[in-house]
């Protein structure tokens, strides 16, 4: 009789735990938008996974996320993440320090994570605000360009037993937007409906310098000399 | 429409206020809203640092560990009920707005006081244009029948202009804290010419230099003020008995001033060597700069010996070494641009940057601060010297001209027309700006010369609408004889 309670139990766990038992394959392709022009831009990411029913990826408790390399040449506004945070539009956290007036030449890479927990697998629609960085003028001017590297998805487990399909590439990075825990992820691939995209920035042109610096200092004489003679001759 | 206006003028100074801080309230609350439903805030980004640096100094923390915190502590002191009531800052700052009101109401109201009995004393030569003489006669036939007299509806009208105006409104309601720093300014103003405090005046000075480091610019013409050759006008300045003094170089007593009695030894004209005299302090000197330093070095140190080095940091140096080579209104901006680190920039570059401002600087100090009943004026050409030539300047800035113009209307003999053209370049010279300005922000269009262009134009509106106000400085009201 115990014999067989245990082989009902046993079946029944077999059965509940059935769907996990075998690894979860993602299977995600993502589109990349960059929208706007000028110095402030927008990247719109569409995450996708067909192969996988909603109710499939809630249960398993996993959990995916982007991570982007942001160049030097622009940034991530942190006040601008911690207002999208605070209002529930994005979950992101930044690493790195992002000094928001310093010029391209002076200015260092930092990363980006955003995290998708509690979102709809098959169809997930990420909103980015980048601002592009003023890079060094240069000889006949013309545009800056800036080599925008494609995300990485990233993706965890957090509960035992349950796994991804495939040997990622593991790495260590925030678990939140609090970014206060470290967790370990899994680099997955992912399907690129996009090509790596080149960002064009207006550049300073150096050969204005000469009309430009003998005009400005010159102005700021005579608008001096104006003043004065102007004062010259006018009684108080 | 005309009576509309007159009746507007001549209602009670209270029922402004009232009204101004409604406008506040209103705006305060669409600021919320607005908020909660736009993607693009209402309220200023500065705001929210505020209030996450009174957090910080809630919980005994230092405000500069919220980052981009570049403020005195004061401000992250005084905003600590902002961490339970996030309205409470914009609340505060609208508060402020009304006192500065009240401040440019007294301050006008002294001065054309002062303006009254200085006209009425012997010892000057003053001669009141027939065309002002006639316009006061219209005036008085207006106003028989109301119980606002000229001074209090001239000084009203200097406070209805900083009440309404829709920027200072915007600033205030937006959470930006720059009208504290207009207010330490104006009551620096107040207690030196109204009170004759010179060293709660030299005090509330250092305060404000404390807050925000502009209003250091003020000080020589403060110093000057106080000074015993200070005068009121030119033809004093020339008149007989000065020359006479000046031959004896003896000590005279002249009436003209408010007790009485002012104190001569020698007038001087604009760039002479005796100028070097002027600098030896008084008694009420010594008592402005021991009360501006007392305010400002225990202030300082006090927040020194809190937050270390990063207070001295963010407060002053980062505004001291900043170079935001960025596009603004500043016609220095493409230069700084262009030659952004290039380490080795000549030495004449760097000097006519700064040495036409520190020119004028100088001799708007000296011989509008010396001018009893121009120091206002002096603060204003300061002022506008310190923006016109700054090597940053954003919309922000023009809130230090706005707070000091309404004391000098009266004084600014201008037509209506004249004004109203005047304000319309300045207008137009900043819309031309906008236009390229956008299509590189927004569009990325290489407009760099078109922007550079159009700061360009908007620093020479900036210094011929100074030349015309310089012109228009008290002429019709006092007219030189000769």
């Known amino acids: 009789m115990l014999k067989l309670f245990l082989t009902i139990v046993t079946l029944l766990i077999q059965r509940a735990n059935g769907n996990y038992r075998d690894c979860l394959n993602l299977q995600v392709s993502i589109s990349q938008k960059v929208e706007n022009e000028g110095f402030h831009r927008e990247i719109n990411w569409l995450i996708e996974s067909l192969e996988l029913s909603d109710e499939q990826w809630t249960h398993s408790n996993c959990e995916i996320g982007l991570h982007l390399d942001v160049p030097p040449e622009m940034f991530v506004n942190p006040d601008e993440i911690s207002e999208l945070n605070r209002t529930g539009q994005i979950s992101a956290y930044i690493d790195g320090y992002v000094n928001v007036e310093s010029p391209a030449y002076e200015s260092n890479e930092h990363k980006l994570y955003i995290f998708l927990r509690d979102r709809d697998i098959r169809k997930i629609l990420v909103r980015l605000p980048v601002h592009l960085r003023y890079q060094r003028a240069v000889i006949a001017g013309g545009f800056g360009k800036i080599n925008l590297s494609k995300p990485s998805l990233v993706a965890r487990c957090p509960i035992a037993g349950r796994s991804l399909c495939g040997e990622n590439e593991k790495m260590t990075a925030p678990c939140d937007s609090t970014g206060v825990f470290k967790c370990d992820w899994e680099n997955v691939t992912y399907q690129a409906l996009f090509d790596e995209v080149q960002l064009f920035v207006p550049i300073g042109d150096l050969d204005d310098y000469p009309i430009v610096a003998i005009v400005t200092l010159l102005l700021g004489c005579v608008g001096s000399i104006y003043i004065l003679s102007v004062l010259s001759t006018t009684h108080l | ?482």
């Open chain 2, 1 to 482: 429409m005309f009576s509309l206006w007159h009746k507007f003028k001549l209602l009670d100074f209270r029922y402004h206020l009232l009204c101004s801080f409604i406008v506040h309230l209103i705006l305060i609350g669409y600021g919320r809203y607005h908020d909660e439903n736009y993607a693009v805030p209402f309220t200023d980004v500065d705001y929210k640092v505020f209030t996450d640096a009174a957090r910080y100094v809630i919980n005994f923390e230092s405000p500069y560990n919220r980052h981009t915190y570049r403020y005195t502590p004061v401000i992250a002191f005084l905003l600590t009920p902002n961490v339970l009531y996030d309205y409470f800052g914009k609340l505060l700052f609208s508060v402020i707005n009304l006192i500065v009101a009240l401040l440019i109401r007294s301050i006008v109201k002294h001065g054309l006081a002062e303006f009254e009995s200085y006209k009425r004393s012997d010892e000057n030569k003053l001669q009141i244009t027939q065309v002002v003489e006639k316009t006061n006669k219209r005036r008085r036939k207006k106003q028989k029948n109301s119980k606002k007299s000229d001074g209090e509806i001239s000084a009203d009208l200097a406070m209805i202009l900083w009440l309404y105006n829709p920027m200072t409104i915007a600033i205030a309601t937006r959470g930006n804290c720059d009208s504290i720093a207009g207010f330490f300014v104006l009551s620096t103003l107040f207690v030196l010419q109204v009170w004759k405090s010179s060293f709660l005046g030299g005090f509330l000075h250092g305060i404000a230099i404390h807050v925000r480091l502009y209003p250091v610019a003020y000080s020589l013409a403060l110093f000057m003020h106080l000074s015993k050759f200070s005068f009121y006008s030119h033809n004093y300045r020339q008149s007989p008995v000065t020359r006479l003094v000046k031959g004896k170089h003896k000590k005279l007593q002249l009436k003209g001033t408010e007790n009485g009695v002012l104190s001569v030894e020698r007038r001087q004209t604009v760039f002479k060597m005796e100028y070097v005299y002027y600098l030896i302090p008084n008694w009420e000197q010594f008592k402005l700069v021991s009360g501006c330093m007392l305010s400002l070095f225990t202030l300082t140190g006090f927040f020194y010996l809190l937050y270390g080095y990063q207070f001295l940091h963010e407060t002053y140096v980062y505004h001291l070494v900043r170079k935001d080579t960025r596009h603004n209104f500043s016609m220095y901006f493409y230069l700084q641009y262009l030659t952004a680190g290039i380490k080795n920039i000549g030495f004449w570059q760097k000097l006519l940057t700064v040495l036409p401002q520190i020119i004028l600087l100088l001799v708007f100090s000296v011989r509008y601060g010396l001018n009893k009943l121009s120091l206002n004026f002096a603060f204003l050409t300061l002022t506008i010297v310190m923006v016109a030539y700054n090597t940053v300047l954003t919309s922000q800035y023009f809130i230090w001209i706005l707070v000091i113009l309404p004391l000098c209307v009266w004084q600014i003999q201008m037509s209506k027309k004249a004004a109203f053209f005047l304000i319309t370049i300045w207008f137009v010279a900043q819309a031309a700006w906008l236009l390229p300005a956008y299509f590189l922000e927004f569009q990325g269009h290489n407009t760099f010369m078109f922007i550079w262009v159009q700061s360009i134009s908007f620093f020479c509106a900036n210094m011929a609408i100074l030349g015309r106000i310089i012109k228009c400085y008290m002429i019709g009201k006092v007219q030189k004889i000769n």
